[in-house]
Nanobody, 123 residues
């Protein structure tokens, strides 16, 4: 069982930055591929970014590539999402998730989820 707790959301203006963190309870944190997803009102949850077990490889949705950076610290059982050049379309609840799969992008591939943190970008 893995418990995930996100933090760092908030309100920011267009062009601003926010950094999200997700703390995991699992002693085997490094065994999981970690991902960030987001869900805007009335929309489906969508993949944002993922990072390999070691942290050596990351992959992103096209909509955030070049603006967002995912990273992890296995010693601290924490995964991060640095978000720069934010736009109103980035407004959503952001979730971190853990998967035993390799390079997963689908919601169904992730077994464990945090409760989410709200990110609001004003125009």
């Amino acid at each position: 069982q893995v418990q995930l707790v996100e933090s760092g959301g908030g309100l920011v203006q267009t062009g601003g930055s926010l950094s999200l963190s997700c703390a995991a309870s699992a002693r085997t944190f490094s065994s999981y591929t970690m991902g960030w997803f987001r869900q805007a009102p009335g929309k489906e949850r969508e993949f944002v970014a993922g990072i390999s077990r070691s942290g050596g490889s990351a992959y992103y949705a096209d909509s955030v590539k070049g603006r967002f950076t995912i990273s992890r610290d296995n010693a601290k059982n924490t995964v991060y999402l640095q978000m720069n050049s934010l736009i109103p379309e980035d407004t959503a609840v952001y979730y971190c998730a853990a998967s035993i799969s390799t390079w997963p992008r689908s919601v169904g591939a992730y077994a464990y989820w945090g409760q989410g943190t709200q990110v609001t970008v004003s125009s």
